[in-house]
């Protein structure tokens, strides 16, 4: 268990709806970063957010949001859901930023009919 | 641009043999981050390793060790005696001192251990 908690563990929508994906780090971790995982694209980097800002941005498309709150758990907003938005999305934490490790959530499987 | 290349895609072993997984590296920067995680048929992504890229030494933890050489920009990764719990994904990953500062991850390479 690495500590950093996602929910749901799965959901299953219709194209056109929007969904929202929780992740809460582990204690003590001030990064929050957000991947995608789908069979075409591999693993790819989303979006970081640090202490409530966002830090770094990655291959996120423009329907697609985050945030990060002030007791550090995130959200990442899905809009406008397409078939081939059907993946895997991991949260990830670290105590700080790129140089330390992430420690990856369980992960949410969307899956868009 | 940083670039992770792991050109197994898919490795089958019999239990006990011992198995090398290859990552080679591409990046500009003298200052980097190298890791290993597992992914078991459950989908979550377990952190095995991490190294930096000012610290050659290769590491051994029980049945797994990793050679890091930066003259070949490679990050290997042995699994000794081959167990059928090792069956996974593994994927090597890299982050950098500038550009994204986020992880690059490979494809990965599927290890099935046979009983």
């Known amino acids: 268990d690495s500590g950093v908690t996602q929910t749901p563990k799965h959901l299953i929508t219709a194209t056109g709806q929007r969904v929202t994906l929780r992740c809460s780090p582990r204690?003590?971790?001030?990064?929050v970063y957000w991947y995608q995982q789908s069979l075409d694209q591999g693993l790819q980097f989303l979006i970081q957010?640090?202490?409530?800002?966002?830090?770094a941005k990655g291959n996120i498309l423009e329907r697609f949001s985050a945030q990060q709150f002030p007791d550090l758990h995130s959200e990442l907003n899905l809009s406008s859901l397409e078939l081939g938005d059907s993946a895997l999305y991991f949260c990830?934490?670290?105590?700080?930023?790129?140089?330390?490790?992430?420690?990856f959530g369980p992960g949410t499987r969307l899956t868009v009919l | 641009a940083q670039k992770v290349t792991q050109a197994q895609t898919e490795i089958s072993v019999v239990e006990k043999e011992d198995v090398t997984l290859d990552c080679v590296y591409e990046?500009?920067?003298?200052?980097?981050?190298l890791f290993w995680y597992k992914q078991p048929p459950s989908g979550e992504l377990v952190f095995l390793i991490r190294?930096?890229?000012?610290?050659?030494q290769n590491e051994i933890s029980g049945r797994y060790s990793w050679n890091f050489q930066k003259s070949t920009s490679s990050f290997n990764f042995t699994i000794t005696a081959s167990q059928v719990v090792d069956s996974a994904v593994y994927f090597c990953a890299l982050s950098e001192d500038t550009g994204r500062r986020a992880l690059t991850f490979g494809s990965g390479t599927r290890l099935q251990v046979q009983p």
């Open positions: 990046t500009r920067d003298t200052t980097y981050y």
């Open positions: 990830a934490s670290s105590p700080r930023d790129y140089t330390d490790t992430q420690y």
């Open positions: 190294r930096n890229s000012f610290d050659e």
């Open positions: 204690s003590g971790d001030l990064s």
């Open positions: 957010y640090y202490n409530g800002e966002e830090r």
